[in-house]
């Protein structure tokens, strides 16, 4: 299969001041689903896991102390937690 027969999707991201746009192949967001998700529910999902993970990387493999971001981080898993219904530690086996 070629690559310009791999179907995509384009995932529309908004906020207050702009905009963006996404494209991700589509069996991919399909293959990440999980029964009944729709394909912004999967980006969401995504979207929020890989912001958890970038901010306990920055607070826990980082250098240095940083009570800002620490906080951040600490909103990150509150809103992951309440998403999930896990804690980032429990989702990703990876516990400090």
């Known amino acids: 299969m070629a690559d310009d027969d791999v179907e995509t999707i384009t995932v529309s991201i908004e906020t207050d001041a702009d905009a963006d746009e996404v494209e991700l192949p589509s ?47 600490a909103e990150t898993m509150e809103l992951f937690e309440e998403r999930f219904g896990v804690t980032f530690g429990e989702a990703t086996g990876h516990q400090h």
């Open 27 to 73: 069996g991919l967001v399909d293959v990440l689903a999980e029964q009944g998700q729709s394909p912004a529910e999967v980006v969401g999902d995504i979207t929020l896991l890989s912001f958890a993970s970038r901010a306990h990387h920055l607070v826990h493999h980082g250098e240095g102390d940083n009570p800002e971001l620490e906080a951040i981080e």
